[in-house]
């Protein structure tokens, strides 16, 4: 049947797209404005030049805001979430934690084609989990250049008692084009300073080696502090994200004593802490009172750089009162290790698929590796080597294991899609093993991870500094029959 004119008209399909929509997030209910589709959120990728630190830089942006449009959703709802590309590059938009169909994932060419310029691509699918995630684009350096953001799923049976909720998404800012600085790298490295930079909480130096300009909460660079006033005696659930490129944020309230009650959106056995680590694609969320006439300076630094960003959270009673001096974490730190599930993680009895990863890379070529594989990406261009996608196989009702062995003087935050993973120790197999999406494995140091092989699929497992993720440090497990 032809379609007439009125008809097209009235469904909207002839009305000039940008003109007909709204420019921010809808809110459920609003103006069908899609025959269909009636998103919760559309979501606009744009590029655009920012300055945070005084240097104009190409960014890309979600809904025109560095970070970009956070998404809110409740769990069992529906994520319909409508992206347009207005970029000039392809992209893709991934949902990092989320326990999703494989089809929704976002990994380019592994799970769905990238979304062209002008071109305009519908996710859909039904929220299992709560808790505090994020999303990015998952294709070259995107995300690098900003096109990440908050996605919060609140819990309709929450279990924890707060007034108030807060999510700090913390990013870093590099001013070079992120090509230029790539090429620094694979031509044997970049001057970073190690002049006074912050190192971990035992004292260790943390390598890095791209010389961030600084970093940004909520957007906010240090020349603006992020603040936020609060009723007064208020019980603050802070979401603290780390949406970096390859940052690990060292996080204090000026001392005051944080009660961290979820990793990775997984509720632990709440601990008690002064500070903590997050690594690039980590998540915490941590309690925190904020006394009537009082408030705390929110100090964020850069392991292994001299950066460091502060914010103001207070009562509602009491003027800002920011402490601006260079943090020195006193207190107790999170130790990871210490992490526990507040139930029994262990996994339903199935084969075992047990798995050596052995991480690897030349600081000289800017060559990183899993297994001695490099998967196509943008930047896997290196001579003598054949990008390949790798894959462990492994089928439905498996428990499949990773023996992650790092052999590199840099950490690597590695991350599986679509599952959540027991972290286990070495030598360690507690039954509260904790539940994470993304775990840190230390210059020369060894971490196992066991999940359940229950979705479906083909699902990226990759390190997360975005600068080794597209020189192809990547494999993917491949569910067959
Ligand atoms: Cu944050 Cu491959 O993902
Ligand atoms: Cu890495």
Not at 180 to 203: C, H, N, R, W, Y
Request: aromatic letters at 8%; a negative charge.
């Amino acid at each position: 049947m032809m379609l007439s004119r009125r008809h097209l008209l009235q469904t909207g399909a002839l009305a000039p797209l940008a003109a007909a929509l709204p420019k921010k997030g809808l809110a459920a209910g609003d103006e069908a404005w899609h025959a269909g589709a009636d998103p919760r959120y559309r979501l606009r990728l744009t590029e655009e030049q920012v300055a945070p630190f005084g240097t104009p830089i190409q960014a890309r942006l979600s809904n025109g805001t560095l970070p970009g449009q956070a998404l809110r959703f409740t769990k069992g709802e529906r994520f319909r979430v409508l992206v347009e590309n207005a970029m000039t590059q392809p992209t893709t938009l991934h949902w990092h934690g989320l326990i999703l169909p494989n089809l929704q994932d976002g990994v380019p060419d592994l799970t769905q084609a990238p979304i062209q310029p002008k071109a305009a691509l519908y996710y859909d699918f039904t929220l299992q989990q709560s808790g505090t995630y994020w999303y990015h684009s998952h294709v070259d350096l995107q995300a690098q250049q900003g096109l990440a953001g908050p996605l919060i799923i609140e819990d309709p049976q929450e279990p924890l008692a707060y007034d108030e909720d807060v999510t700090l998404f913390l990013s870093d800012v590099v001013e070079e084009p992120v090509s230029q600085v790539m090429q620094g790298l694979k031509a044997g490295g970049l001057d970073v300073s190690t002049e006074g930079v912050f190192a971990q909480p035992d004292g260790k130096p943390f390598p890095t080696d791209v010389p961030y300009a600084g970093l940004l909460i909520n957007g906010q660079p240090p020349a603006s502090p992020w603040t936020r006033a609060v009723k007064p005696g208020s019980r603050v659930r802070l979401r603290v994200i780390n949406g970096s490129g390859s940052s690990y944020f060292r996080v204090a309230l000026s001392g005051a004593s944080l009660q961290v009650v979820a990793a990775d959106g997984s509720p632990v056995v709440p601990v008690e802490v002064e500070n903590l680590v997050l690594a690039t694609a980590q998540r915490y969320d941590l309690l925190v009172t904020i006394p009537s006439g009082s408030g705390y300076t929110l100090q964020v630094a850069t392991l292994g750089l001299d950066r460091f960003n502060l914010g103001y959270l207070h009562s509602s009673d009491s003027p800002l009162r920011l402490d601006s001096s260079r943090p020195r974490f006193s207190g107790r730190a999170l130790d990871t290790k210490a992490l526990r599930a507040p139930w029994d993680t262990r996994l339903p009895d199935g084969p075992l698929k047990r798995f050596k990863v052995v991480l690897s890379g030349s600081m000289q070529r800017y060559l990183w590796q899993m297994n001695g594989t490099t998967w196509p990406e943008a930047y896997a261009d290196f001579p003598g080597i054949t990008p390949q996608r790798f894959f462990y196989e492994v089928s439905m009702g498996d428990q499949v294991r990773f023996d992650l062995v790092n052999e590199t003087p840099m950490a690597h935050p590695m991350h599986l899609h679509g599952h959540v993973f027991r972290v286990l120790e070495e030598g360690q197999d507690p039954a509260d093993a904790p539940l994470r999406d993304t775990v840190s494995v230390g210059p020369h140091d060894k971490v196992s991870i066991a999940f359940l092989a229950n979705n479906p699929g083909k699902w990226i497992f990759h390190c997360h500094n975005a600068w080794h993720l597209a020189a192809g440090m990547a494999q993917a497990v491949r569910y067959v029959i």
